[in-house]
């Protein structure tokens, strides 16, 4: 179980850093050019969005390489990144399978016992 944690808590992290990338790259615009916010509606809260953009990411991957050594640890950052995505972006199309993915790894890491028969 842990390696499967391992495996999609890195692909939900990677995932979540394209997430991220069109997030911030978003933010930027509206920064840059102000009146895109009348055509777009803008976003309620443009720090949180900026900030989450980089620690959900960056949790799920840490919270994936420690899965095998330190399940407890790297199973509570895997759902703090799941959950923040979830929180900053809203569940849809393009970031149903990042948060699924490290809930699920989360889940997965926390729930092992043992360390995974080599």
Known sequence: MRN??????????????VVGFFSFGYTDLLIRYPEL????????????????SLIAPVLAIAGAAMARSSNLLGGALLLVSGGGMYLTFGF???????????????????????????
């Open 37 to 52: 916010e009348e055509f777009t509606g803008g976003v309620a809260n443009m720090g949180l969005i900026r900030a989450m």
């Open 4 to 17: 499967a944690a391992l495996t999609l808590g890195l692909i939900g992290g990677l995932w979540g850093m």
């Open 92 to 118: 849809g199309v393009f970031t149903m399978f990042p948060i699924v993915m490290c809930a699920l790894a989360g889940v997965l890491a926390l729930a092992a016992r043992q360390p995974d028969p080599h």
